[in-house]
Antibody, heavy 119, light 106 residues
Framework: QVQLVQSGAEVKKPGASVIISCKSS????????ITWVRQAPGQGLEWVGW????????DYAQEVQGRVTMTTDTSTSTAYMELRTLTSDDTAVYYC????????????WGQGTMVTVTS | SYELTQPPSVSVSPGQTASFSCSGD??????VCWYQQKPGQSPVLVIY???KRPSGIPERFSGSNSGNTASLTISGTQAMDEADYYC?????????FGGGTKLTVL
């Protein structure tokens, strides 16, 4: 069964960092790019960035550029997203999703990880 | 930066056709995907490459894309289709989502 399983909810103070994991199973991890998308409470979907398990390439949204690092560990088929210098604006559900190699669509999504930034 | 615009809400009666629009500059030159998201759940891909349905998505979901507007249509809308719908496209190597449209099935 193809799936992405994310780490659990996090509560952080402003200025802290958070690392979210996304473990894949049921498919060849290096064949698909992992994209990260977030959704603030009551808001729409916002792209955060993507990382390639095949060659390590990444691309990040301007809104988080300089504060985010996305990595992949092919030995455990796990993708990671680290977001630093957190503010209340980073409070959101963070999703990882698999991007299809030919269609560039996001066909498999993780269950989401709630990150709450509060003092 | 590239933007996709969606109306905030659409309402239909059961059995009727629900239509969603997504507008962007020369959007017809890009491939568009559509995602369905029910409350408390992760998004689900319902249309990709403008018109294609993933396995398991009912035939009542269809899409089109031309000019500056992409469209998602649900024929014979059912109560289970009540959800938020997001369009998405690629702008070079970055991903753009529309603001989403909430479908209410009256």
């Amino acid at each position: 069964q193809v799936q992405l399983v994310q780490s659990g909810a996090e509560v952080k103070k402003p200025g802290a960092s958070v690392i979210i994991s996304c473990k894949s199973s049921g498919y060849s991890f290096t064949s698909y790019v992992i994209t990260w998308v977030r959704q603030a409470p009551g808001q729409g979907l916002e792209w955060v960035g993507w990382s390639s398990p095949y060659n390590g390439d990444t691309d990040y949204a301007q809104e988080v550029q300089g504060r985010v690092t996305m990595t992949t560990d092919t030995s455990t088929s796990t993708a990671y997203m680290e977001l630093r210098t957190l503010t209340s604006d980073d409070t959101a559900v963070y999703y990882c999703a698999r991007r299809t190699s030919t269609d560039y669509a996001f066909d498999i999504w993780g269950q989401g990880t709630m990150v709450t930034v509060t003092s | 930066s590239y933007e996709l615009t969606q109306p905030p809400s659409v309402s239909v009666s059961p059995g009727q056709t629900a239509s969603f629009s997504c507008s962007g500059d020369k959007l017809g030159d890009k491939y568009v995907c559509w995602y369905q998201q029910k409350p408390g759940q992760s998004p689900v891909l319902v249309i990709y490459q403008d018109t294609k349905r993933p396995s398991g998505i009912p035939e009542r979901f269809s899409g089109s894309n031309s000019g500056n507007t992409a469209s998602l249509t649900i024929s014979g809308t059912q109560a289970m289709d009540e959800a938020d719908y997001y369009c998405q496209a690629w702008d070079t190597s970055t991903v753009v989502f529309g603001g989403g449209t909430k479908l209410t099935v009256l």
